[in-house]
Structure formats: structure tokens, C-alpha cells
């Protein structure tokens, strides 16, 4: 399907494209990923993702307060697995910020979109996806300059936690209206780990900087990517919105290099590039196939 000022705007305002408001997404998350690593030296790592999903929700209810009577429990089921696949994306990924570069992780973490995306395809031209993929993974454990393997576990665990959420978030976004379901499904991670999240951070959880960073990290991580995403969603096909998913590792390499001077080696970068590649020719083919309906 191609994307046309129609068909992309669809369900917008016409001066509101779809394809920025997911550009805006994936730039807002990974300088917020890159503002949250630097409150690792502050307090633990799982503290500070509890905090930013505490700030999302927060925010979230004040702004987008969702209607809870008469949901059926089919509604509830679907944004409670979202709001688990949520945090679990969150926690896990901070986990592996820790030990390993960011744009690393996410490079890791995509796998779980890109299994996504070509899981039930049985083409065998997507076979060619699926090596170059693995590809970018074997590369990671040939030259193991800065590979911690318990790192590279937690980003592998959100990558899963990635694909359940890019499952969950269409039927969340229909049986919730607008951003209400992120709302929940905001609560529901911080819930998940409000025990962990205070047992981790402990007193340095009401230093001003803490709270102050934490704040702007749920607003860059939570609010504006997950908002913009949903709404994005709902008038853009899924074939544009995978190729553009697949600028987040890239991403996420160019925030962690500004913010906090990470630089990946050029094995980690020759990874990094094959799974971008297999994540855009995959999306791409699948686009194409008779059978997908948008």
C-alpha cells in the first residue's frame, strides 16, 4: 500500500502526518533511554524505570483519564497484558542498558519486532531476512569486544516483551479510547514494580535530581513516544510503520553517542546495520504479499 497526503493523514488533522508523529516517537524514546542510563549512577536501574513508569502514569491520568466503568473483562484482560508486556519492556531493557551499550540493546531488543513481523511467512525469500538477522547476532558473539552475555539476556527478554506489546497495542487501542489504554497500561506497570522499584532505589529515590530526571525521562520514554505511537497507528499502514520501527537501533546509537558518549565498534555497527536491513526488506515483502490486508 502506498502511503499517499490521503491515506497517511487518514483520521488526522491534514497538517498532522502519521509518518512524523512516528519519527517523533522513536527520537523522543532513545534520547530518553539515554537520559535514563545516566541516572544509573544516581540510583539502581530497575528504581529508575519504576520511576518512569510512576511519572507516565501520572501524567497519563491527569491528561487522558480513561473511563473504567462497564469495561467488560475481555478489556481488561487485553490492557493488563499490555501494561505487563509494557513494563517488562521497560524493566529489562534498563536491566541491559546497564551492562552493555544502548545502541546495542535496542540493535538486541529489535529482534523481537522483527520476529514479529515475519513470524507466519513461509516465502522463502524472507528466509534471506532471517539470516541477515542472524547474521548481525553471530557477529556479536564472533568478535565479543564489549558483549556481556547477562546484558545481551535482558535485551533479548525485551525483545520478547517488544513483540508482546506490538501485539497487545492494536486491541488495547480499540477497546480503549485514544490514549486511555496507555493510561492503564501505564498503572499497571507501575504497580508491577512499585515493591522492586522502592526495595532498589531506597532513599535516593527523593534526591531533587532523581525525581527531577526521572520525570523527563517518563515524558521522553512514555508519554510522547507511546501517545504519538498510538494515534500514528490507527491512520498509517503497517508496512510504513515497521520501516520506520526500524530506525530505532540507529537511533539509539546517535543518542547514546551525544548524551553520554557511547561508541559502538564497527562489529557492533556492521550488527547493528544488518538487522536494520533485514527489519526493512522484511517489512518490505511482507507489504507486497497478496494476502496483507491494511
Not at 522499584?197 to 525521562?217: D, E, F, I, K, N
Not at 494515534?231 to 553517542?257: D, K, N, T, Y
Amino acid at each position: 500500500m502506498r502511503v499517499t497526503p490521503r491515506t497517511a493523514a487518514k483520521g488526522l488533522p491534514g497538517w498532522l502526518n502519521p509518518v512524523w508523529l512516528v519519527l517523533g516517537a522513536i527520537v523522543s524514546v532513545q534520547f530518553g533511554a539515554a537520559f535514563a542510563k545516566s541516572l544509573f549512577t544516581l540510583t539502581a536501574p530497575t528504581a529508575v524505570a519504576w520511576l518512569r513508569m510512576a511519572a507516565a502514569a501520572l501524567i497519563f491520568w491527569v491528561f487522558a483519564r480513561p473511563r473504567l466503568r462497564g469495561r467488560t473483562w475481555p478489556e481488561w484482560r487485553v490492557v493488563i497484558g499490555y501494561g505487563i508486556a509494557l513494563a517488562t519492556m521497560n524493566w529489562s531493557i534498563y536491566l541491559s542498558f546497564s551492562r552493555i551499550p544502548i545502541g546495542l540493546a535496542v540493535t538486541i531488543e529489535f529482534l523481537g519486532p522483527l520476529a514479529v513481523a515475519l513470524v507466519g511467512s513461509r516465502r522463502a525469500r524472507d528466509l534471506v531476512w532471517v539470516a541477515l538477522a542472524a547474521i548481525g547476532v553471530v557477529l556479536l558473539g564472533v568478535f565479543p569486544a564489549t558483549v556481556d552475555w547477562i546484558g545481551i539476556g535482558f535485551a533479548l527478554l525485551a525483545g520478547a516483551a517488544w513483540a508482546a506489546y506490538i501485539v497487545l497495542s492494536g486491541p488495547t487501542g480499540a477497546a480503549w479510547e485514544g490514549v486511555t489504554g496507555v493510561s492503564v497500561g501505564s498503572l499497571v506497570g507501575a504497580l508491577m514494580f512499585l515493591v522492586p522499584g522502592l526495595l532498589t532505589g531506597g532513599t535516593s529515590l527523593w534526591q531533587p535530581r532523581v525525581a527531577l530526571l526521572a520525570v523527563l525521562v517518563g515524558v521522553l520514554s512514555s508519554v510522547i513516544p507511546y501517545g504519538l505511537e498510538m494515534v500514528a497507528r490507527r491512520s498509517i499502514p503497517a508496512s510504513v510503520f515497521g520501516i520506520l520501527m526500524s530506525l530505532e537501533p540507529a537511533a539509539a546509537a546517535l543518542a547514546a553517542l551525544l548524551i553520554l558518549g557511547e561508541r559502538l565498534s564497527w562489529v557492533e555497527v556492521v550488527a547493528m546495520a544488518c538487522v536494520i536491513v533485514a527489519s526493512v526488506g522484511s517489512t518490505r515483502t511482507l507489504a507486497k504479499a497478496p494476502a496483507v490486508n491494511e
